[in-house]
């Protein structure tokens, strides 16, 4: 009786002092969130101080691209000082209330009018169409946002899906072939999420059934994807011009919502692919979260041990999400060339499964987050083609490392401590 009063008193204090080291590293993470939000506070102050009498020109397409263009001019001092005046409020409230803070629902929020005030300044007084830039910020987002989903996917059930950038690839590739070859738009998606699929289970079937550590496959597969892509495009694509001229999918007008002055255009005028991707995020949102096949991938992601106990087979749900990772993630890269370049590209995917993946640690392996990360990044890669096409005085090398720049902003420097789910790459014996 003794002894196993002992046992009990050590296993909890054991588990109290795991407790008090993951609040310290929080209290820790949050401190230095606090520190940056300081220096952007800062920074912010002398971007309004030195802006005095500059100001900041843009338009709108208040009916339709190309219609009736509304313009309007702001001082850019005055978006830097409420800039300044945001970060200094995220910076008390990160301070005040530490890791209780929501922080990434702050950056949110302040980020369309950081990056406002950004172009305002660096635009000096030419005028900018915001149409266009909020609508290629949603264009932007699309593979970003629907990568991300398939790595949080993968992830919940256990699986490591570093190889995002592959599938995008092969997605890519595919799907401007299968529409080119057939005629039929629909064809490119349907066959970008399959051949995603298929190297999707190749991956877990690496991974799952040979123990193959996870981030080594999937670094393969990437690897292997753009010198497969590479050389199909170089030997195949270009000699047979015929196989990579798909039929693109076009905008599609929403009736009545994109007749609404200014917002009609931005947001009821968009691909299919687009308001499709919403779609995926929130139905995912609610699986993942509120249903019994959610229940079960998050079990099998934290302790597949005890998934496996109550009867789980953790085998084969592992396996069906990464058939669903692969679908979507092939999905996302079919929208590259079929609505993004107009046909493939080497190396057309650009790192986009990547940004993916700062997508998902961004966003706390939730959906909505994510996808809310993928707008910042396609917010980023936006203003580069916005400030490149007005010819900024900017070298195009900086210009062109903006998202990537903000990539690791959000990781290296924002995110902190965030906790993945917990079995996330180990493999996992059923026995």
């Known amino acids: 009786m003794q002894k196993k009063g002992a046992d009990l008193s050590a296993s909890v204090a054991s588990v ?24 952007f506070t800062l920074l912010s102050v002398w971007i309004t101080t030195s802006s005095a009498g500059v100001q900041g020109n843009f338009s709108f397409w208040a009916d339709k691209i190309g219609g009736t263009n509304v313009e309007f001019s702001v001082p850019v001092n005055l978006l830097w000082g409420a800039v300044a005046l945001l970060f200094g409020l995220m910076t008390l409230l990160q301070f005040v209330r530490g890791a209780a ?157 994109s007749e609404i002055p200014v917002l009609g255009p931005i947001l009821f005028s968009l691909s299919p692919y687009f308001y499709g991707s919403v779609g995926l995020v929130l139905f995912f949102t609610y699986m993942i979260y509120r249903t019994r096949w ?63 993946l700062a997508a998902v640690i961004f966003g706390a392996w939730n959906p909505i987050f994510a996808f809310g990360a993928s707008l910042v990044f396609g917010m980023a890669s936006a203003a580069t083609t916005l400030l490149s096409g007005l010819g900024v005085g900017l070298p195009p090398q900086i210009l062109l490392s903006i998202p990537y720049i903000v990539t690791l902003i959000v990781v290296a420097g924002l995110i902190g401590r965030v906790r993945a789910p917990a079995s996330a790459g180990r493999p996992y014996d059923q026995g």
């Open 16 to 39: 109290a002092i795991v407790d008090g080291a993951d609040a310290h590293q929080q209290l820790f993470a949050s401190r230095i969130r606090a520190g940056l939000f300081a220096l």
């Open 294 to 356: 959610g229940l079960r991938l998050r079990a099998a992601g934290e302790q597949p041990s005890a998934a496996g106990t109550v009867g789980i087979d953790v085998v084969k749900l592992r396996y069906r999400a990464m058939l669903i990772a692969g679908l979507l993630a092939g999905f996302a890269g079919s929208y590259i060339s079929l609505s993004g370049t107009g046909g493939f590209g080497m190396n057309t995917s650009a790192g986009k499964g990547f940004i993916a």
């Open 101 to 257: 803070f929501k922080w990434r629902l702050a950056i949110g929020l302040i980020s369309p009018l950081l990056v406002f005030a950004l172009l305002a300044r660096l635009l000096d007084g030419t005028t900018a169409n915001l149409t266009v830039f909020f609508t290629s910020t949603l264009s932007f987002a699309i593979p970003v946002g629907v990568g991300a989903l398939a790595g949080i996917i993968a992830e919940r059930s256990g699986f490591l899906n570093i190889a995002v950038e592959g599938k995008l690839l092969f997605g890519a590739m595919v799907g401007s072939i299968a529409s080119s070859i057939t005629g039929v738009a629909i064809a490119g998606p349907i066959a970008g999420a399959l051949i995603g699929a298929v190297v999707s289970l190749f991956l877990g079937w690496l991974g799952i059934r040979y123990k193959v550590d996870q981030i080594i496959a999937g670094t393969v597969i990437n690897i292997g994807a753009v010198g497969i892509t590479s050389f199909a495009y170089l030997r195949i694509l270009q000699p047979n011009s015929q196989f990579n001229r798909p039929i693109g999918i076009d905008t599609i007008q929403i009736p009545l919502l």
